[in-house]
């Protein structure tokens, strides 16, 4: 028996192996809100992120760790309640599996029980593979995430290109073997050397989603609020903006308190 409407059409993680087989790129996005979520899967989206990057862009604050595991199931429910078709994928925020592996596994339960999402997101190489390992004997796929980790921000320092010198891109292809070797079903790479994507993607067997990674990977991810422009001042060089959606809402926002001053706004048409 299906538990979903329209289970033929859903995109699963084998659905992105088979993508990724015959060469076919995966194209992902961020989302936050229910409403948002359905514009996108509509669109035809593959996967939906449910990403802690909504700490920055939803809430407000510089980096991602403040937000908690309570606000990530809140977006992650609403982004389900607007999804057909897409995979969604859930972060799990800083500090609820990097400690202790019983703690991430409660965390991912809590985020599958109460959204209804599909999988988890997990940044780290083999430091966290205890998390990973805990997570996966519970049948809950994982993405990894590798490259530049906004949750290590304050070890990194910046936001630049990681993985630039010899070890630490040797240490990068090293540990996502590791992840595909646990069983994580996708890797997403962030900001790193195309070069480095091309030979972490024609070595791995599970798809590689890259940001700021290059042309190389099996699928590429961007922050839906930078993509439509509604983020002003970001505008690292792998960003295409689709769209400069903070000038037009601004625009049209201006345009309807001019209406209302001007008592043009509402007219006899648009009243009882
Ligand atoms: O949180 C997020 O939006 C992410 C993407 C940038 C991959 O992790």
């Not at 050397?193 to 940001?211: D, F, M, N, R, S």
Request: glycine share 8%; aromatic share 6%.
């Amino acid at each position: 028996m299906s538990v979903h409407k329209n289970d033929a059409k859903r995109v699963t993680t084998h659905v992105l192996q088979a993508m990724k087989s015959r060469g076919e790129r995966i194209a992902m996005l961020t989302a936050y809100d229910y409403s948002m979520a359905r514009i996108l899967d509509e669109a035809g989206i593959d996967i939906l992120l449910v990403g802690d990057s909504a700490s920055n862009v939803m809430a407000g604050h510089e980096t991602t760790l403040p937000i908690t595991l309570n606000n990530m199931i809140y977006h992650a429910s609403s982004v389900v309640r607007g999804v057909n078709r897409a995979l969604v994928v859930v972060d799990l925020p800083f500090g609820n599996y990097q400690s202790n592996p019983m703690l991430a596994l409660e965390s991912t339960v809590r985020i599958m029980k109460e959204s209804g999402a599909h999988a988890v997101k997990l940044e780290g190489g083999a430091e966290i593979s205890k998390s990973i390992k805990k997570i996966l004997t519970a049948g809950v796929p994982v993405m990894g995430h590798l490259g530049l980790t906004p949750q290590s921000i304050y070890k990194f320092g910046t936001y630049t290109v990681r993985a630039k010198e010899k070890e630490e891109a040797e240490k990068l292809i090293e540990d996502a073997k590791i992840l595909e070797d646990l069983g994580c079903f996708a890797i997403v790479l962030e900001k790193v050397p195309a070069a480095l994507t091309q030979k972490v993607a024609e070595k791995l067997t599970i798809p590689i989603i890259g940001i700021g990674a290059g042309q190389h990977a099996d699928g590429q991810v961007l922050v839906t609020h930078d993509l439509l422009g509604i983020t002003k001042d970001f505008q690292p060089r792998f960003l295409r903006r689709y769209l400069e959606l903070f000038e037009v809402i601004k625009g049209s926002v201006g345009q309807y308190i001019d209406d209302v001053k001007s008592r043009d706004f509402p007219n006899e048409t648009e009243q009882y």
